[in-house]
């Protein structure tokens, strides 16, 4: 049994409650109580006890899209780089990147990013990865690398038909492979979707080799319309807009995550809600890539399930969360925007996106639950609710401000100290295998 107690403890969760001097108790994955730190160390007296020294008590926070392969881009120079547009920077730097990534760097850009996740006290992470470089295993080792840091994770490969046809079979191959052994785990901390780039690199016959692949209980995990060239595209050779093809192809549905739905119509929006088709927000992102701010605040409005990521861009999820906040403020002109949307994105749709993959209830500190547990140093410096908790997270709360991690009831840091991991050995190899993709790329 594992105590976590001495703080301020936030539930969240559809009876979202502040604990003064809270704890909460682990009984190996799961949590098996949560109230005052003197009761359940009266009711365990012989538990493990983490002191959380007065600080926050959370729940472990979930990324719904990642990109753990734009590790290695930090610091890069690539030459003749000079975008002007989306096309661009996707041909002059990421497809550029994944296409000289090799299996041992995407491990160690796996390592290097779960690492800064647990740091981050983010515990679960949907990634969805490229690396055209060396396709075969690549799930795999970051499934192993996932494993090693103790990280929940799922996984998909990115199908797309740029680099040929028997690179596009490979990837197929690959989210097959990764779904069928994940059908096998019993750990419950690894899941496996079907990856796909974009409608404007896929085939009509590509989603069908896709669909041909995925089992009926799995989803695809897809960007849609994040610049116009995917939405011009469709209309050009199909005479339909993205989301309309992808429901005549049969990829929407509940267990499918949309990435970015940027410029969508609102026909396209009905679609993904009758469909209960998810959708992630990325808005750091989209702002660094200039693609435009998409209508996530109607979405959530008409109903749909619209959850938060961050791209790559960051592993701090309060990060993209105060991004968020900030953009449609901005973009709508209305200071009472997102307010509300923004926060619910992040402790309540991104765990029920968790949901429809793991086991697990995520996101919440109930009996019952993961045992997902963040403690971090935050001291606020006026009154604290459960009510007012949304605002004290957006302006004085960070990821950094972590100092301890547990997930599935094991401890991964505690009190800024990673627990049997080498940190310094990893990113030493990571910076190793990062300077010698970058002379690749360089030399060509």
Not at 300 to 317: F, P, S
Not at 339 to 368: C, H, Q, S, T
Request: a negative charge.
């Amino acid at each position: 049994m594992l105590l976590i107690g001495n703080g301020r403890l936030i539930t969240r969760g559809e009876h979202n409650r502040l604990i003064e001097n809270g704890c909460v108790a682990a009984d190996g994955s799961v949590i098996a109580a949560v109230g005052t730190t003197d009761e359940l160390r009266r009711h365990w007296p012989g538990a493990q006890f983490i002191d959380a020294h007065g600080g926050m008590i959370l729940p472990g926070l979930i990324n719904a899209h990642n990109h753990i392969y734009s590790a290695f881009s930090r610091g890069i120079a690539i030459n003749g780089y000079n975008p002007h547009n989306f096309l661009d920077i996707l041909d002059g730097m990421w497809w550029t990147i994944d296409r000289n990534l090799l299996l041992e760097d995407t491990r160690y850009s796996a390592l290097a990013t779960y690492i800064d996740c647990v740091k981050c006290g983010v515990t679960t992470v949907f990634d969805h990865h490229a690396s055209f470089g060396e396709i075969p295993g690549s799930l795999f080792a970051i499934a192993d690398a996932a494993s090693e840091i103790g990280v929940r994770t799922c996984l998909c490969y990115e199908v797309s038909d740029r680099d040929g046809e028997e690179k596009m079979r490979q990837a197929v191959r690959e989210n097959a492979d990764f779904i069928a052994h994940c059908k096998k785990d019993t750990t419950g901390m690894v899941r496996g979707m079907m990856g796909m780039h974009a409608s404007f690199t896929l085939s009509d016959a590509t989603l069908a080799l896709c669909r041909e692949h995925t089992p009926s209980d799995i989803g695809f995990h897809i960007h849609v319309a994040e610049g116009m060239a995917d939405v011009y595209d469709s209309l050009k050779k199909y005479g339909k807009r993205v989301i309309n093809r992808l429901y005549d192809n049969d990829i929407l549905g509940e267990k499918t995550i949309t990435g970015h739905c940027i410029h969508i119509n609102g026909i396209e929006m009905d679609i993904l809600k009758e469909t209960n088709t998810m959708v992630v927000h990325n808005p750091e992102s989209n702002m660094g890539n200039a693609v435009g701010c998409p209508p996530t605040m109607e979405m959530i409005h008409r109903g749909l399930l619209v959850g938060l990521g961050t791209d790559g861009y960051t592993n701090d999820m309060y990060e993209s969360m105060k991004a968020a906040n900030c953009l449609h403020k901005h973009n709508l002109c209305d200071p009472t925007a997102a307010w509300g949307e923004v926060p619910y994105m992040l402790f309540e749709v991104n765990p029920a996106i968790g949901a429809r993959y793991f086991d697990k209830k995520l996101g919440v500190l109930e009996e019952g639950a993961a045992a997902d547990i963040i403690v971090t140093d935050y001291d606020p410096l006026t009154p604290l609710t459960a009510d007012n908790i949304n605002g004290h997270t957006l302006f004085g709360m960070s990821g950094r401000q972590t100092v301890t991690t547990v997930i599935d009831g094991k401890v991964r840091m505690q009190d800024r100290e990673l627990v049997d991991i080498d940190e310094k050995k990893i990113l030493a190899e990571a910076r190793a295998h990062a300077q010698a993709m970058w002379n690749r790329i360089n030399s060509r």
